[in-house]
């Protein structure tokens, strides 16, 4: 079935830099890629996806990349605020949705 | 996501009894889901329903049952042969046959005592 691996596990950057999260994934059928943000203690919240006829979406300070032929997708964040902190979670669809393990990402101010 | 409910918030468990946690959504979706999500970990798959009357086994499905009666409704049963029940449960829900949005609940955090 359908591993995805998820890096790094934690990420600290300044307020205002960009971030950069990685994800992995192991079947070339996989067709769907969402992104996302859980606060603590809170539900997790879609902030973006790109499906797999696509290589690279936007919204606002937010994108995500996709190169299908390595088998790997990208969250960035620009001009990164205190209210980017949070965990990211990928995931990846193939009959089912499997997930990655997170990134907890810290905005330094 | 506004449109998914989960009851109760938290759940307090006895070792050796079964708690049903309640998940409903009024978007209209066809598919519902299940998620466990252990402290610094990503969300495992327990069951999903595709269509009313129907569920399969997710990834981690031993020690946990659900039913599908209503297309609005999708409650999961913990029981005591589930070993390590305390985590958050997580329900979604999402249209049915392939990729697209999942739309999560509030969670219900379950504790065993």
């Known amino acids: 079935g359908e591993n995805v691996e998820q890096h790094p596990s934690t990420l600290s950057v300044q307020e205002g830099d960009s971030a950069v999260i990685k994800c992995t994934y192991s079947?070339?059928?996989?067709?769907?890629f969402p992104w996302y943000k859980q606060e603590l203690g809170k539900r997790p919240q879609l902030i973006i996806d790109?499906?797999?006829?696509?290589g690279e979406k936007k919204d606002q300070r937010i994108a995500v990349t996709l190169n299908k032929t390595a088998k790997h997708f990208s969250l960035h964040i620009t001009e990164t605020q205190p209210e980017d902190s949070a965990v990211y979670f990928c995931?990846?669809?193939?009959?089912?949705?499997?997930f990655g393990q997170g990134t907890r990402l810290t905005i330094n101010p | 996501d506004g449109g998914i409910t989960q009851s109760p918030k938290y759940l307090f468990r006895k070792e050796g009894q079964n708690v049903t946690l309640s998940c409903e959504q009024n978007?209209?979706?066809?598919?519902m889901y299940w998620y466990r999500q252990d402290p610094g970990q990503g969300l495992r798959l327990i069951y999903y329903?595709?269509?009313?009357?129907?569920?399969q086994k997710g990834d981690i499905a031993e020690g946990y049952s659900v039913s599908r009666e209503k297309k609005e409704s999708f409650p999961l049963t913990v029981t005591s042969a589930q070993k390590n029940p305390t985590a958050f449960y997580l329900c979604?829900?999402?249209?049915?046959?392939?990729?697209?949005?999942?739309?999560f609940g509030p969670g219900t955090r379950l504790t065993v005592l």
């Open positions: 790109i499906r797999s006829n696509v």
């Open positions: 329903s595709q269509i009313v009357n129907d569920f």
């Open positions: 979604a829900s999402g249209t049915s046959g392939g990729a697209d949005t999942q739309y």
């Open positions: 978007l209209n979706h066809d598919a």
């Open positions: 995931a990846g669809y193939l009959q089912k949705l499997v």
């Open positions: 079947d070339s059928a996989s067709n769907y």
